[in-house]
């Protein structure tokens, strides 16, 4: 059974930084893409960022490459995302996922972000 | 960036009938080198984290029941629930993953007339 477990979000300041993690099991992780996914209060949902199985390909949405970066740790089954210079449009749940290149079948219950001063 | 638009935004059907969600994509979603549509559809519950119910525009994972079917090609597609019952009531995205950034459409939200 595939189990994904975010963690790592809470209240931070404009421009601070935070270091969401996501711990996975019941798959092979090291064989899987991964996917962070964003819903704003109460709006849709925004897909963030994905990275290849082996790291080599990692990809942004436009509004915070230079700002996020994701990673892996494969002997861990870990997936990471550091974000730096948030900023309050920042705010809302993460949610990791699954694939990458493709849908992503399976979800994390997500973790609260909240940007404010 | 693929612009994907939801229509209607919001829908009220009555239990037992039939919910037809439209998404229409900026771009083709066809790989020539597949002939596939790289098409999601995700459901979404109060509280709860998407689902997916749908991938390459037609596919339903295991599991989802057979009255959610999903169709078209190209830019134009649709989810369509039969028979439906009252734990369907959710907000539905679709999404394209043709190519990043792998954007999703506004959300429809479904709910009991």
């Known amino acids: 059974q595939v189990q994904l477990a975010e963690s790592g979000g809470g209240l931070v300041k404009p421009g601070g930084s935070l270091r969401l993690a996501c711990a996975a099991s019941g798959f092979s992780f090291r064989d899987s893409f991964m996917t962070w996914v964003r819903q704003a209060p109460g709006k849709g949902l925004q897909w963030v960022s994905y990275?290849?199985?082996?790291?080599?390909?990692?990809h942004y949405a436009p509004s915070v490459k230079g700002r996020f970066t994701i990673s892996r740790d494969n002997a861990r089954s870990s997936l990471y995302l550091l974000m730096n210079n948030l900023r309050v449009e920042d705010t809302g749940v993460y949610y990791c996922?699954?694939?990458?290149?493709?849908?992503?079948?399976?979800w994390g219950q997500g973790t609260l972000v909240i940007v404010s001063s | 960036d693929i612009v994907m638009t939801q229509f209607p935004d919001s829908l009220a059907v009555s239990l037992g009938e039939r919910a037809t969600i439209n998404c229409k994509s900026s771009?083709?979603?066809?790989?020539?080198?597949?002939?596939?549509?790289?098409l999601a559809w995700y459901q979404q519950k109060p509280g709860q984290p998407p689902k997916l119910l749908i991938q390459?525009?037609?596919a339903r994972e295991v599991g989802v029941p057979d009255r959610f079917s999903g169709s078209g090609s190209g830019t134009d597609f649709t989810l369509t629930i039969t028979n439906l019952q009252a734990e369907d009531v959710a907000v539905y995205y679709c999404?394209?993953?043709?190519?990043?950034?792998?954007?999703f459409g506004q959300g429809t939200k479904l709910e009991i007339k």
């Open positions: 996922a699954k694939g990458g290149r493709s849908a992503s079948d399976s």
């Open positions: 771009q083709n979603l066809v790989y020539i080198s597949n002939n596939k549509n790289y």
């Open positions: 999404q394209q993953y043709y190519t990043t950034p792998c954007t």
């Open positions: 990275i290849s199985d082996t790291s080599v390909y990692t």
């Open positions: 390459w525009a037609s």
